[in-house]
């Protein structure tokens, strides 16, 4: 242990630096068994490291002493002591009680516990030598800002660790949810990735996508998710992982949060499926962006039937190609008309009232052109199979809106022959 150095202070002061320093082990059970019954985890960190908290008193010692004069400004130790010696371990202090849990409160509750018991031995001591009030005063007002220094070096040390550790959880969360979105994290990797999140892994989660054109589309959900929840940053749009979307009440949260995010929210899934929910979310966008889907937000349990339809673009456009031929020599917009007219129809089993009204536009207008139909498309409109391709290739089109004329369709062209191998290949094995 280092000693204290002298200085050139008052003669009563430095006479009881040697005195001080040699009951220092004193003061310190004294403080243990202060702290034992209220912050026994202190009491065990001065039992374990009382070497340096006691090389840390006989400098302090010396510190204060000295500080009577001015020798030595408040901040700095004197002697062959590094001057951060101090600093760095009551920093160090802090950061411990931070990572054991421990609240800062109570760690500066035992300091200034500690600060007492070593007043009552200073001041025990000054009266035995006989130490003017004067210099008694100012010794007092040495220690306790000593005391309020060492407070504010652990206090630095437990929010830097808080902060870096929140950095590190951050960095953790972002991993965790790329490992889960890839389908390829190996599920070591992922349980190591989720403990350093502190994230406890769920059974089933859901993911939550918007556009990448809405920055703070998703605020109002991550301040009501509480921690349940992992940020999703990709180049096809930013989102959360939500776990325990089933929860009661979750659903009408979740729609109330995101209304007017144009967000889509996956259904609930295993952990391993969340890419294949990711990749559906992706279609949902679309469908959104081009009309088809008008939800908002959209939940993708409600519409499996359209992304089932559009999830192949070119194999869509093929079948709409091969059943819609005997319109494609029609002007665009008279064909246009029609196809609304048939889409509708399909999807309302043939109710012409409901046609009209979704249509906006008069029953004779509906009859009319459903009979321009039937003389273009023949058996087609009645044959089941052929139906189900219609319906397949125009129920699931935009709606037109009431209040505008709906952008024209262009003429599709002509069908082009049909690789049945090459559709083949694409099928999903």
């Known amino acids: 242990m280092t000693g204290p150095r002298r200085g050139s202070g008052s003669p009563a002061l430095q006479a009881m630096l040697p005195v001080l320093v040699a009951e220092l082990p004193d003061v310190l059970d004294e403080v243990g068994e202060l702290l034992r019954d209220g912050w026994s985890d202190y009491a065990e960190f001065l039992d374990r490291h009382r070497e340096e908290v006691a090389a840390a008193g006989a400098v302090a010692l010396s510190r ?12 700095r130790s004197p002697g062959p002591v590094e001057p951060d010696v101090v600093g760095t371990l009551f920093e160090e202090i802090g950061r411990v009680q931070w990572q054991r849990g421990n609240r800062l409160t109570l760690l500066l509750s ?16 000054a009266v035995e030598l006989d130490v003017p009030a004067a210099e008694l005063a100012v ?9 309020d220094q060492l407070s504010s070096a652990s206090a630095r040390g437990y929010v830097a ?12 969360r972002a991993d965790l949810a790329d490992l889960l979105l890839s389908g390829r994290g190996d599920p070591r990797a992922v349980e190591d990735t989720a403990h350093r999140a502190g994230w406890p892994l769920p059974v089933t989660a859901a993911i939550v996508v918007a556009e990448g054109d809405h920055p703070a589309a998703l605020d109002a959900l991550t301040r009501g998710s509480g921690e349940g929840w992992l940020p999703v940053n990709r180049a096809e749009g930013f989102g959360l992982i939500l776990s325990d979307p089933s929860a009661p009440g979750r659903r009408r949260r979740l729609a109330e949060q995101l209304a007017g995010c144009s967000a889509v929210v996956g259904p609930t899934v295993p952990l391993s499926r969340l890419p294949g929910s990711l990749r559906m979310a992706k279609v949902a966008l679309r469908l959104k962006r081009s009309g088809v889907v008008l939800d908002d937000p959209v939940f993708l349990d409600e519409h499996l039937d359209a992304l089932i339809v559009h999830q192949d673009g070119p194999l869509l456009a093929a079948l709409q190609n ?9 002007p665009p917009v008279t064909r246009r008309r029609l196809e609304e007219t048939l889409g509708s129809w399909l999807r ?18 509906v009859r009319y052109r459903l009979a321009q139909l039937q003389e273009l498309l023949g058996e087609a409109m009645t044959d089941p199979a052929r139906r189900l391709q219609l319906t397949l290739a125009l129920g699931w089109r935009p709606v037109p809106l009431p209040d505008r004329e709906p952008a024209a369709v262009p003429a599709a062209p002509a069908p082009p022959a049909i690789d049945l191998q090459a559709l083949e290949q694409r099928r999903p094995s």
Not at 64 to 75: A, H, S, T
Not at 349 to 363: C, F, I, N, Q, W
């Open 161 to 172: 660790e808080q902060s870096e550790a929140a950095a590190g959880r951050e960095r953790a």
């Open 348 to 365: 309302h089993m043939g109710d012409r009232g409901a046609v009209a009204e979704e249509l906006h536009v008069h029953r004779q207008t």
């Open 110 to 125: 035992a300091y200034q516990t500690g600060a007492r018991a070593a007043w009552r031995q200073i001041a025990r001591v």
């Open 139 to 147: 010794l007092a007002d040495g220690l306790f800002g000593f005391v």
């Open 322 to 330: 091969q059943v819609l031929q005997p319109l494609a020599a029609l």
């Open 64 to 75: 204060i002493v000295e500080l009577r004069d001015g020798g030595v400004e408040l901040g």
